[in-house]
């Protein structure tokens, strides 16, 4: 008896429907954006009443572009988009005048942070697969330049993958070309993008940066504080640059934060120690827990 075949489906795919739209004869009700297909129609999705469904799209995208690489988790790296490579500093400085040159000095100064952060992705990026194939410690930046530029640019040094998680603004900005191209992702609402930032990152470093750097670190910090997120390796490159721009000791003077709390982070000054920071960390974990997921 010939075996009976059951059809995996009955309903056309909503790819072949928006093709078949495309050939339909022109009236003036098929003309009319009324006629279009929900999901073809830009002026109905960016209504303000599908914001909801918008906040959707952009958990959802991200989470299924992620999951289809076989990323398990992800080192996220923040800093500032204005501390370029040391030759462009110098470069810089040269240029500056009289007026900025002590900021252009201080970007010089600080552009050590570049190398160190592209030192540590290349550490990261070099971290095995686990049993299943998926990769681990996958060097996730903000797409951007300097910094992000530096964090992409060691993951594709040892011929990695790297995500970069870009955000729509005012000015022109493009994705640093180090991102690997098929995760490189734009956001419309930095809410989504932060929580894509978090959601698989199991260790985090922070160097010198600005109020998108304070903005991105001091929500994860508050999500380890309160117990929403389990602890994970924070590593605050230059000692010197946070101590200066936050006086963490006089919040617990002040009775603001605990003194525990400043045991959520660590203080780093070189790729290899931050890298051996999140080692130690593991490898603790697994001794004190060898179930731990």
Same mark, same amino acid.
């Given at each position: 008896?010939?075996?009976?075949?059951?059809?995996?489906?009955?309903? #056309?795919?909503?790819?072949?429907?928006?093709?078949?739209?495309?050939?339909?004869?022109?009236?003036?009700?098929?003309?009319?954006?009324?006629?279009?297909?929900?999901? /073809?129609?830009?002026?109905?999705?960016?209504?303000?009443?599908?914001?909801?469904?918008? %906040? /959707?799209?952009?958990?959802?995208?991200?989470?299924?572009?992620?999951?289809?690489?076989?990323?398990?988790?992800?080192?996220?790296?923040?800093?500032?988009?204005?501390?370029?490579?040391?030759?462009?500093?110098?470069?810089?400085?040269?240029?500056?005048? #009289?007026?900025?040159?002590?900021?252009?000095?201080?970007?010089? *100064?600080?552009?050590?942070?570049?190398?160190? *952060?592209?030192?540590?992705?290349?550490?990261?990026?070099?971290?095995?697969?686990?049993?299943?194939?998926?990769?681990?410690?996958?060097?996730?930046?903000? @797409?951007?330049?300097?910094?992000?530029?530096?964090?992409?640019?060691?993951?594709?040094?040892?011929?990695?993958?790297?995500?970069?998680?870009?955000?729509?603004? #005012?000015?022109?900005?493009?994705?640093?070309?180090?991102?690997?191209?098929?995760?490189?992702?734009? %956001?419309?609402? %930095?809410?989504?993008?932060?929580?894509?930032?978090?959601?698989?990152?199991? *260790? &985090?470093?922070?160097?010198?940066?600005? %109020? !998108?750097?304070?903005?991105?670190?001091?929500? &994860?910090?508050?999500?380890?504080?309160? !117990?929403?997120?389990? #602890?994970?390796?924070?590593?605050?490159?230059?000692?010197?640059? +946070?101590?200066?721009?936050?006086?963490?000791?006089?919040?617990?003077?002040? @009775?603001?934060?605990?003194?525990?709390?400043? @045991?959520?982070?660590?203080?780093?000054?070189?790729? *290899?120690?931050? +890298?051996?920071?999140? /080692?130690?960390?593991?490898?603790?974990?697994?001794?004190?827990?060898?179930?731990?997921?």
């Amino acid at each position: 008896m010939t075996e009976t075949r059951v059809p995996s489906r009955t309903f #056309p795919r909503a790819r072949q429907d928006a093709e078949s739209a495309k050939t339909g004869i022109s009236t003036p009700q098929t003309e009319n954006p009324a006629y279009r297909l929900a999901f /073809q129609d830009m002026d109905f999705l960016l209504r303000e009443d599908l914001r909801p469904i918008r %906040f /959707q799209l952009e958990l959802l995208k991200p989470e299924l572009l992620l999951e289809e690489a076989h990323i398990g988790s992800t080192f996220v790296m923040y800093g500032s988009a204005r501390i370029p490579e040391p030759a462009k500093a110098e470069a810089m400085l040269e240029m500056a005048d #009289p007026e900025h040159r002590h900021i252009a000095e201080r970007l010089v *100064a600080k552009s050590k942070y570049y190398d160190m *952060a592209r030192e540590l992705a290349r550490l990261a990026s070099n971290f095995p697969r686990d049993e299943q194939g998926k990769r681990h410690f996958v060097v996730c930046s903000g @797409g951007g330049p300097s910094i992000m530029e530096a964090a992409n640019r060691g993951a594709a040094d040892v011929h990695a993958e790297s995500i970069g998680l870009n955000i729509v603004l #005012p000015h022109e900005q493009a994705p640093n070309p180090y991102v690997t191209p098929s995760l490189s992702m734009q %956001f419309h609402y %930095f809410a989504l993008r932060k929580m894509h930032f978090l959601l698989r990152a199991r *260790a &985090l470093a922070a160097f010198p940066g600005g %109020f !998108g750097t304070f903005d991105e670190l001091f929500e &994860l910090l508050t999500l380890i504080q309160t !117990g929403k997120v389990k #602890p994970m390796p924070v590593l605050l490159f230059g000692r010197e640059f +946070w101590e200066k721009v936050v006086n963490f000791e006089a919040l617990v003077e002040e @009775g603001v934060i605990s003194e525990r709390d400043l @045991g959520i982070f660590t203080y780093v000054e070189s790729a *290899a120690e931050g +890298w051996a920071v999140v /080692q130690r960390f593991y490898q603790d974990r697994d001794r004190q827990d060898p179930t731990a997921a």
